[in-house]
């Protein structure tokens, strides 16, 4: 089971993407944000995402046993959070911490975390993605052919629409 721990504003600011959505609505990225990750962590199985937002008005809640959002209390951060989580870890080891702060990447390499930046934690979710688009073309293509049917042939406008849907574009 891989289990990541991330500083989710970290990644959020990391994605020159969502700087547009972020200035209109913090709840809306956070929420794109924490679809992305169900998304990775469904598709691989074997993943589980723990994200940590700053700020009070988080509610913190599971999602598909895959996904555990946190918030954090007042005077407190999510750095302040993510160590908490690593230092009172069972198994430490196990988590991979993503942080942009060079602080709470330190910390949590000296518990033997695995540790990676924003941007990295970002191209895995974009692979991921990536392969579950293909997968799920795979599987609709076959079914067709079992009932068939001849697969029609996608418009241009149908791939940008679901590239932008899966955060592709």
């Not at 951060?77 to 991979?96: F, L, M």
């Not at 924003?118 to 974009?126: D, I, K, P, T």
């Amino acid at each position: 089971m891989t289990n990541y721990l991330i500083d989710a504003h970290n990644v959020l600011h990391a994605n020159p993407d969502w700087d547009q959505l972020l200035r209109q609505s913090l709840n809306d990225a956070r929420e794109l944000l924490i679809e992305r990750a169900k998304s990775y962590a469904l598709a691989r199985r074997d993943v589980r995402c723990t994200l940590v937002f700053d700020g009070r008005d988080v509610k913190s809640r599971t999602i598909d046993d895959v996904i555990f959002v946190r918030g954090t209390r007042v005077n407190q951060n999510a750095d302040a959070v993510i160590k908490k989580i690593v230092r009172s870890s069972r198994r430490a080891g196990e988590w991979i911490v993503v942080s942009n702060d060079q602080e709470v990447a330190a910390f949590a390499r000296r518990f033997e975390c695995e540790t990676l930046r924003a941007e990295q934690f970002l191209a895995r979710l974009a692979k991921g993605n990536k392969k579950t688009v293909k997968k799920a073309a795979r599987s609709l293509r076959g079914a067709m052919e079992d009932a068939g049917e001849k697969p029609r042939k996608v418009s241009q406008k149908e791939i940008d629409e679901y590239k932008k849907l899966f955060g592709l574009s």
